[in-house]
DNA sequence: ATCCAAGGAGGACCAAATATTAAGGGATGA
DNA sequence: AATGATCATCCCTTAATGTTTGGTCCTCCT
């Protein structure tokens, strides 16, 4: 859908499919959907267009600079023939005007607080984006003077995108509903699915009440498959494009209405779907871009489209010279691409994220495709049915995930495009509402003029030590909810609140009752009373927004609407949380330390008088039965011992201890009980499990924060063992169940008895060039050797198994691919995995359980003949293969213990040589003597094989 | 040309710096 | 009696090995 204006008349592009309507006599309602801007191509003048509403004289590109000093209102006609030269000047424009209006608006910088009081700013306005920027540049650079002043040197707003400056200026908000009145709009000759309209009878319904419905939008999900040659990665040029594999489903419906496959060459049937057979590439790419005009999807969904499939697709269109074919290159403009990028990666938790990548595992390997296709009808349906299931895929990803709908509730929610979401960061939302609050009070923004690289961080959260252990009394845990947004809402903290000394004294202004001071560098903030700050009231609004979802999630039985609302409860505490990112994004569009470093200041001080309060308070001397203890806590959270054994005490304790320490501090800063847990095992900052429990009658689940089990760069068998133990040790208090787990374990990994999938090791390859050398970077870069076809790429995760090698080889020598490995045999190096992947998070979680006898753990029982780990046979020291060894075995044993104790006693006799006494007890323990420490090993040496020995005579 | 939320923290590895031990070779003296 | 050859021993250097430390990288916590 999309609106078009030029010479005077707003055109509107909307879709047929849409319904309501009904040609000119109906209002024409829909839900717009994707908004951006781009050239106009079939208008001569090449103006400017946003696809949504386009604009060139209803609605032009400006921004605002300050008046300069003593402007009046007269000199505004010399102004801006004055900035049109310059302009013309630079541009070369043919004579076209540039700079199409100045007017004097009286506005306020959002930056710092000057008295409420409102200055001239002339607000310049450009018949383009292009010729806005070359203004920008020329007077932030101090290249325009007027009446022989330089002007500004600092703009206001110049650095907003066209489409999110119109949508704030006309309260559009992304993903809402638009109305265009009966007989308000006509159709567009050439394309007659389009329609036109005048911009100011449009209607834009913010997202409210009925208008909160969700249009039944049409997601079209795709595949290609190419036919590489041998080892390398598919290129346009050269490689064709055999199959494309298409579904069309209506959101919220269960199976696609549209199901089929585009095929090079023939293919049998497949179960329903349309197997489309072409003999011609050019002609299937034509097809299908006909198809996709004809399906008219909102939504194009895929496996990494946006990165290969639709480049692909355009650059091997260009190569066949399809003609038509650019059409779609226009097309594809004006869908959002939905891909498959880290957002949603991020979304997928680790369990999902396996699942998926399991079912992905099914995909043919690259060398094969060209063979199917080269087959016979059979060979290349079964291609197609993987090509399907790759189409489906994403579908069915993305279904499961709602992204869908929480990334809509999220577009209303911050009002940036639908679009915005996917490619842009976190900080585009949080100007779109300091915009669109900005606005209501005559606000203007300055635009950072060059991102200069001051990088200084700042000073963030304060982590407690921990007191590390093993608590089998219950811990309560209170947090502050929404920290930083109620800090920054309790101190008003905002651009528009910050005050300098200069502006106290000018003013007037009284410390604590007009304005305070924070923690850090003694910033200055006026106070609400004085002026209520933009942030939080952004913050409050958000925050209203997000209890209101709570409250309907709470009434809500329906599990998908469930979803919906815990979806946007989600969105709207992460929009709350960002707001405090944007301002200490020092790279960022608009970073304010003073408010970011206050913010964590504030909270620094907070957790500490959180920690003093519950422990003075919470003492025997106050009449409670223990003194309560804060074992932990992080940024915003507090883990208290209050020392009572039972659940129910704690939970009344911690409330009671929210409630009091709540009273401390401003509103609307509230500290919360949450959840005890019990038992607790508090490994180090950031790393503890627990049994979590929101009532005293039954826990809601094992909670792990940090540990092995929650990491994706262990082997799944780490995970599972930890995991396993956790449970057993925290779940059914059974320490030496779990200890004997972990050893039976161990002597499985040792005997090869753990399958390869539980060893694969996965990280990701974040970045291109690394300093240090490590085995995924190490193998990713030999794969790429060996096939440049499959080797993981920038972002992948780079799975891989540690091989064994020469000795003291290092890791990422002895990194190797997993299927490799299983193609070619190559052995496992298990001690590695012993020693460098299970030991040490093992003996993490044992050593506060079982103190130092944690260290016998990893000793597995082994056969003294071979080596061999053995199993839980009580008692036998050999396995069976050496069971007939037995006795020469002892022998060679007991020679050993001979020699060991030969030489003991001539060490002994040296020493008591030494002292000159044959007869003497030895009391030297001299560390400066070698023989001492000679004669320390030898002691040892006949105790350990005596050991030994005596198991032989146990297993007689 | 366009874009970018933060810091704190643990822990695995690698690599360099260092410390220790073992081995080798030359000087010395018997 | 003086010289030379041989050998054990010492000391030093070198190599190998173990340990600490600093930095990079990944991932997770809030």
């Not at 050269?238 to 919220?252: F, K, L, S």
């Not at 780079?798 to 020598?813: L, M, P, Q, S």
């Amino acid at each position: 859908m999309e609106v078009q204006e030029s010479t005077g008349r707003t055109q509107i592009w909307a879709r047929p499919s849409i319904p309501c309507i009904n040609l000119e006599e109906h209002s024409i309602v829909f839900q717009q959907f994707e908004i951006d801007e781009c050239i106009d191509p079939h208008s001569a003048s090449r103006s400017p267009m946003i696809r949504m509403f386009g604009l060139t004289e209803g609605f032009l590109p400006y921004f605002y600079i300050p008046a300069p000093n003593g402007f009046k209102s007269g000199d505004v006609a010399e102004f801006k023939s004055n900035l049109e030269l310059v302009l013309q000047q630079e541009a070369s424009s043919g004579g076209r005007e540039l700079l199409n209006r100045v007017e004097v608006k009286f506005k306020e910088t959002i930056q710092g607080f000057h008295g409420k009081q409102k200055c001239p700013f002339l607000k310049l306005s450009f018949v383009d984006t292009k010729t806005l920027n070359v203004a920008r540049r020329i007077i932030e650079d101090g290249n325009f003077t007027f009446k022989g002043r330089e002007v500004g040197a600092i703009t206001f707003e110049s650095n907003i995108k066209y489409v999110l400056r119109f949508m704030i200026d006309c309260k559009v908000t992304g993903a809402n509903w638009i109305e265009l009145p009966p007989k308000t709009y006509r159709f567009c000759a050439e394309f007659e699915k389009y329609s036109r309209c005048q911009l100011e009878i449009i209607t834009s319904h913010p997202p409210e009440g009925d208008w909160l419905k969700i249009a039944p939008l049409r997601i079209l999900s795709f595949d290609i498959e190419c036919a590489g040659r041998k080892g390398i990665f598919p290129e346009a040029a050269q490689d064709p494009v055999i199959q494309i594999a298409n579904m069309v489903t209506i959101q919220g419906e269960k199976n696609p209405f549209i199901k089929n496959v585009f095929t090079l060459n023939s293919c049998s049937p497949i179960v329903a779907t349309d197997v489309l057979e072409y003999y011609n590439e050019g002609n299937m790419l034509q097809a299908w871009c006909d198809f996709v005009v004809e399906a008219d999807p909102d939504v194009i969904i895929g496996y990494n489209i946006a990165n290969f499939d639709l480049p692909y697709l355009i650059d091997r269109a260009y190569h066949l010279k399809v003609t038509r074919f650019p059409y779609f290159g226009r097309i594809k403009g004006d869908y959002m691409v939905m891909q498959r990028d880290h957002k949603l990666r991020s979304y997928t938790l680790n369990s999902v994220c396996a699942h998926f990548l399991g079912e992905q595992k099914e995909d043919v390997h690259h060398s094969i495709i060209t063979d199917l296709h080269n087959g016979n009808p059979e060979s290349r349906r079964r291609l197609a049915i993987y090509c399907l299931k790759d189409a489906y895929l994403p579908q069915r990803l993305m279904d499961k995930l709602m992204c869908l709908i929480n990334y809509l509730e999220m577009a209303r929610v911050t009002g940036v495009p639908f679009s915005y979401l996917l490619s842009r960061g976190q900080q585009i939302k949080v100007i779109s509402q300091l915009y669109r609050k900005a606005i209501e009070q005559d606000f203007v923004i300055p635009a950072r003029k060059n991102v200069d690289g001051t990088d200084e961080p700042f000073e963030g959260a304060t982590v407690i030590d921990p007191e590390k252990g093993f608590y089998n009394v219950p811990i309560a845990t209170l947090d502050f909810s929404s920290l930083y947004p109620s800090i920054m809402m309790a101190h008003n903290l905002c651009y528009s609140t910050i005050v300098d000394q200069r502006e106290i004294d000018n003013l007037g202004l009284k410390n604590d009752s007009d304005y305070i001071v924070t923690p850090y560098q003694s910033a200055r903030f006026v106070k609400a009373e004085v002026r209520k700050g933009l942030l939080p009231t952004i913050l409050e609004d958000l925050l209203s927004a997000r209890k209101k979802a709570k409250a309907d999630l709470k009434n809500e039985t329906d599990p998908f609407k469930r979803a919906v609302l815990d979806g946007r409860q989600l969105a709207l505490k992460m929009s709350a949380n960002s707001v405090y990112g944007f301002t200490g994004a020092s790279a960022g569009q608009m970073p304010c330390l003073e408010i970011s470093a206050s913010v964590t200041a504030y909270g620094r001080q907070m957790i500490e008088q959180t920690k003093r309060e519950v422990e003075s308070r919470f003492t025997i001397e106050n009449g409670y039965t223990h003194d309560a203890q804060v074992i932990y806590g992080d940024t915003d959270s507090v883990m208290v011992k209050f020392g009572v054994d039972n659940l129910d005490d704690t939970m009344k304790l911690g409330q009671e201890a929210a409630e009091y320490v709540t009273g401390k501090f401003l509103r609307p800063i509230k500290l919360e009980f949450e959840k005890v847990y019990f038992p607790y095992l508090l490994i180090n900052k950031k790393r503890y499990a627990g049994l979590y429990w929101t009532n005293p009658q039954k826990w809601d689940k094992l909670d792990t924060k940090g540990i092995e089990t929650v990491r994706r760069d262990n082997c799944l068998l780490v995970q599972n063992v930890i995991e396993t133990c956790l449970r057993k040790v925290l779940i059914d208090r059974d320490v030496s169940g779990a200890v004997a787990y972990a050893k039976k374990t161990i002597s499985d990994l040792l005997q090869n008895k753990i399958d390869m999938s539980q060893l694969v090791i996965t990280k990701a390859l974040s970045k291109s060039d690394y300093s240090a050398k490590q085995p995924h970077v190490e193998l990713a870069e030999r794969m790429r050797k060996r096939d440049p076809g499959s080797a993981p790429t920038l972002g992948d995760r780079v799975a891989y198994v540690i091989i064994k090698g020469t000795k003291g080889a290092a890791a990422y020598e002895k990194s190797e691919d997993p299927i490799y490995v299983l193609e070619n045999n190559i052995p496992i190096d298990t001690s590695y995995y012993l020693e460098n992947q299970l030991s040490k998070p093992l003996l993490r979680i044992f050593e506060p359980i079982l103190g130092d006898k944690a260290e016998s753990l990893l000793i597995v029982p082994t056969c003294l003949g071979c080596k061999v780990p053995l199993t839980k046979d009580a008692g036998s020291v050999v396995c069976r293969h050496c069971k007939p060894k037995l006795g020469e075995l002892y022998q060679k044993q007991l020679v050993t213990v001979n020699d060991f104790e030969t030489r003991f006693a001539r060490l002994w006799t040296q020493c008591q040589r030494c002292q000159g006494s044959l007869h003497q007890d030895i009391l030297c323990s001299s560390r400066d003597c070698p023989i001492w420490y000679m004669r320390k090993k030898a002691q040892k040496d006949v105790q350990d094989a005596s050991t030994v020995l005596e198991k032989f005579n146990c297993a007689w």
